[in-house]
């Protein structure tokens, strides 16, 4: 029988951007400001969330769960990612390059199905506006944040379980800056085509459903839209809606052409520039787009990070 994975190849070496050194401080010191404007921007929005009384409703429940699914995502990619632009390579436990792979996986799937909510939600705000507070009670919004985590985590186990039970017997170099399922399966020494179907195939309720419920939420929002007598109202509603819009289509796009179309692993660079999208621009962008464009969150800020009054 053939050598298993664990046997054959101990570590996998990331070789990430392959930038040249002239350029490792400064993307370096890009990222790691990203980064932290990652977790500052969405830490504050849980903060300004939980801690002021204005801010319960459901929406703002909805968000910050998205803030936290945001700052999970990164902080399992981006501080690996950082160490491989400084030094160029590094080394990961065939072990902890799984965990990474299932950790991002749960990540991505929990934050589909969190925008799923969203949309849902604002569907329900828009289009039933009377009907709202009646039907996304709380036992409804914690029902489906806690089914949005559980189905993240549990839908995951099967493509990461599927990528350990194929053989590897080098070599050991993944051409990413983290360990996804296109190396994996280009390194494989096995017959990876059942294991890419089955793949697609569970990506289907992962990506593609919710995608076509956001994009059919969102057609009856601006039809709803279009009724509002007021000139200004409308424009508001579909600046706020067409930036949820182009955010969401951003992020599902790029997982649907990475996971859900047929690759033969040899379009790395094309890859990494995708996964850099819903990795690090997405998460960037949410906060700007979802909450600190919004004037409650912003009139919130004073109050609570100074306890001062909203001028």
């Not at 390579?89 to 996986?105: D, N, R, S, T």
């Not at 949309?119 to 009907?131: E, F, G, K, M, T």
């Not at 709202?132 to 009670?137: E, L």
């Not at 057609?219 to 200004?232: A, D, E, G, M, Q």
């Amino acid at each position: 029988m053939p050598v298993g994975n664990q046997t054959a190849i101990l570590f996998f070496q990331l070789h990430g951007f392959q930038n040249p050194k002239t350029l490792q401080i400064p993307l370096f010191l890009l990222f790691l400001t990203i980064y932290l404007f990652i977790l500052l921007g969405n830490l504050l929005i849980m903060i300004l969330i939980i801690s002021s009384p204005k801010l319960q409703s459901p929406m703002y429940f909805f968000l910050s769960h998205l803030s936290l699914c945001d700052v999970f995502s990164t902080s399992n990619i981006i501080p690996n990612m950082l160490h491989i632009v400084i030094l160029g390579v590094i080394l990961m436990p065939v072990a902890e390059c799984f965990l990474q792979f299932y950790l991002f996986g749960c990540s991505t799937s929990t934050e589909s199905f969190l925008l799923t909510v969203m949309s849902y939600d604002r569907y329900l705000a828009i289009c039933y506006p009377l009907h709202y507070f009646t039907i996304m009670d709380f036992r409804l919004r914690l029902l489906l944040v806690m089914g949005s985590w559980v189905s993240g985590f549990a839908l995951t186990l099967i493509p990461g379980i599927l990528v350990t039970t194929l053989e590897y017997c080098g070599p050991n170099v993944i051409d990413h800056f983290f360990c996804d399922l296109a190396p994996f399966l280009k390194l494989s020494c096995s017959d990876v085509y059942v294991v890419q179907t089955e793949i697609i195939v569970f990506s289907i309720p992962i990506i593609l459903l919710p995608f076509l419920f956001i994009l059919a939420s969102y057609v009856n929002i601006f039809f709803s839209i279009l009724k509002i007598s007021s000139t200004s109202g409308r424009e508001k509603a579909f600046s706020t809606c067409s930036a949820h819009l182009t955010v969401v289509c951003t992020y599902y796009g790029t997982l649907i052409i990475v996971y859900m179309v047929p690759s033969n692993g040899q379009l790395s660079s094309i890859n990494k520039s995708l996964a850099l999208l819903y990795i690090v621009i997405t998460p960037l962008f949410n906060p700007v787009i979802y909450s600190l464009r919004n004037k409650e969150l912003r009139s919130a800020m004073p109050k609570i990070l100074w306890n001062k009054s909203p001028v």
